[in-house]
């Protein structure tokens, strides 16, 4: 019996190239053990490691001294270059499961990519992106074909083999840029590979995100799972914590779509047409050309795979927590995110909402969402001079912690600025100054605060401090937050509420449903003027109104007061504003003698 041949070049790292050659010999028995078969392909295994050189020296000495009729692998995007330019010189199929987006089989006739294109992705993370509110992210790649693109921001998208992530994690947690505030995304290429990784690494990538293919479970899968373990562990029992993944199930598609081209085809044995004998022949032009069926590649190219797809229609979005990867969520095509699944539901809508995906722990072991992008990263911060007198406490209160001195500021006003801080598309680093840092704090003297008047320089202020002309000319105010706008929907709350306690025993707050909305309108409106004419019986309803009527007491005080104001400094406003205007009226100007 003839047997055709095929080579195989390792995948991209060490311990990927084991879990490999173990999925090609299972295709290759599990594709011969059930049928009657003329031919039989048999691997010839070299492991290229990360050169490039090495992989395409590997390539020609089995053409030439093997006759190998197929060539599987390498993965490495410059590897897999070199090789295809090779395949196409001889005419022999390369069947690679790299995943770059510059290598196409439409630019080589004898190119097959057995996997899919990492390009696929990229929905998928901007998906991420989007979600999660971050609008600007900083692309990390290895400096070759898997990745081709300072900035302050803090969501990093990383495109790396596992070996250079290893040490470049490694080297990120060291200066603090794997902590509270950063998030970072990786590729399926790492994903994919994680059980991999060392454990030193893993600890260093906590809380990072990741997309990588889903494959459904299946029992086939399950069984499939458990003899390759079985069997990885006989061969090689000194290796520890390795797993399958998606790169062994694509090369157990591939030999088994090889083997079963070459069993149609019915090639018996490699032929290759010689050159005619001259000097000075070169390696690779003294293997000829391969003069196997052209059919070949077009079967391999058409073979339906078994468990992985040229484009996966699913990502699985996974989040590094402990010793693994924590499923968080899935990304689909049609339906975006979502924490399950979704398979033909009519009434999903494409989502790419951070709530459609389950809990995840970020960078830092923080539970709240990185805000992406910081104002500096220099290590300065945004410097709040913080009111603190002795009276309203409600309002600011500055105490300063025994212990590490750190000044800690509590109040309404504090809670509004740091709401305020919270609501910003970005992060914006801030430390609290006392007044007593500044001058006037003996007096309690606001009127220069805005002014700086200490080697302290604040950046802004957080306080009751009231907006006046001359403070205005030299800094930007907010707007008065302390003005409510909720007060009149107190109004019709509380008619409601005194509605619903009385209207079930209470026959005036009973009748149809236009005249008892009515009477909910009336009766809170009412109360202003103390002319309600309507019973209450309940004495719940009873405290309910006592307390309204104090809340309608000091609103309109306070309604009072603020009007009366406002008539009062409308009154005082200057009639002449411009010393032109005395000149043009022809009035005098003077002072009172002793004035300075």
Not at 179 to 202: F, H, K, N, R
Not at 383 to 394: Q, R
Not at 443 to 453: K, N, Q, R
Not at 500 to 512: C, D, K, M, S, Y
Request: net charge negative.
């Amino acid at each position: 019996m003839e047997i055709p041949r095929f080579c195989y070049i390792s995948m991209l790292i060490f311990m990927s190239y084991y879990v490999v050659r173990t999925c090609i010999s299972m295709a290759i028995e599990d594709f011969y053990s059930n049928r009657n078969h003329t031919t039989m392909i048999v691997p010839h295994f070299r492991d290229s490691g990360t050169d490039a050189v090495a992989a395409a020296s590997a390539a020609i000495e089995l053409l030439k001294n093997t006759q190998v009729m197929a060539i599987l692998g390498p993965q490495r995007s410059v590897q897999a270059d070199f090789v295809i330019d090779i395949g196409d010189k001889v005419r022999v199929p390369v069947i690679s499961p790299s995943t770059s987006p510059t290598l196409s089989s439409k630019e080589s006739q004898y190119f097959i990519r057995s996997a899919w294109c990492s390009s696929s992705q990229a929905k998928a993370i901007a998906a991420i992106v989007k979600a999660f509110g971050w609008k600007e992210v900083t692309l990390v790649y290895e400096d070759n074909n898997y990745g081709t693109s300072s900035t302050t921001t803090r969501v990093f998208v990383v495109v790396m083999l596992p070996n250079l992530a290893s040490r470049f994690f490694q080297m990120a947690e060291e200066v603090g840029m794997v902590a509270e505030g950063y998030a970072w995304i990786i590729s399926d290429v790492l994903t994919s590979l994680l059980d991999s990784v060392d454990s030193e690494t893993i600890e260093a990538m906590q809380g990072i995100l990741g997309v990588r293919p889903y494959i459904p479970r299946s029992p086939e899968l399950s069984r499939f799972t458990k003899r390759w373990r079985r069997r990885f562990h006989e061969e090689n029992p000194e290796m520890d914590r390795t797993e399958l993944n998606v790169f062994g199930l694509w090369a157990y598609d591939s030999t088994t779509a090889l083997a079963d081209a070459v069993e149609r085809v019915g090639v018996a044995s490699p032929r290759f047409k010689k050159p005619m004998q001259r000097w000075n022949l070169t390696d690779l032009e003294a293997i000829g050309i391969s003069i196997s069926d052209p059919s070949l590649v077009h079967l391999i190219r058409n073979y339906k795979s078994k468990w992985g797809q040229l484009q996966p229609s699913v990502f699985e979005i996974v989040n590094v927590v402990g010793a693994g990867a924590n499923r968080v969520g899935f990304w689909t095509e049609r339906y975006g995110i979502s924490q399950k699944l979704q398979v033909d539901d009519p009434k999903a809508v494409y989502s790419t909402k951070k709530d459609d995906l389950g809990g995840v722990v970020w960078p830092g072991r923080g539970v709240l969402v990185p805000k992406g992008w910081e104002v500096s990263t220099n290590g300065t911060k945004l410097k709040v001079g913080v009111t603190n007198k002795s009276g309203f406490p409600e309002f600011t209160r500055v105490e300063r912690d025994s212990e590490t001195n750190a000044v800690e500021a509590t109040g309404f006003c504090i809670d509004v600025f740091k709401q305020v801080m919270e609501s910003l598309p970005y992060g914006v680093p801030y430390e609290f100054i006392p007044m007593d840092f500044l001058d006037h704090v003996s007096t309690g003297d606001y009127s220069d605060i805005t002014i700086p008047t200490s080697n302290v320089v604040c950046d802004a202020f957080a306080g009751d401090v009231t907006i006046t002309a001359n403070r205005s000319d030299l800094v930007d105010f907010t707007i008065p937050y302390t003005e409510s706008g909720v007060a009149g929907a107190f109004f019709f709350f509380t008619g409601f509420v005194v509605w619903a306690l009385e209207h079930r025993t209470n026959e005036e707050f009973q009748g149809p449903p236009l005249q008892q909305v009515g009477t909910i309108f009336w009766f809170s409106l009412s109360t202003i003027f103390s002319a309600q004419r309507e019973r209450i019986i309940s004495n719940l309803t009873r405290f309910v109104v006592i307390v309204w009527m104090f809340v309608v007491l000091v609103l309109t005080s306070s309604y009072t007061a603020s009007l009366t104001t406002m008539l009062t400094v409308q009154q005082l406003q200057p009639t002449i504003t411009d010393v032109r205007d005395l000149i043009e009226a022809g009035e005098y100007v003077g002072y009172q003698y002793g004035s300075c």
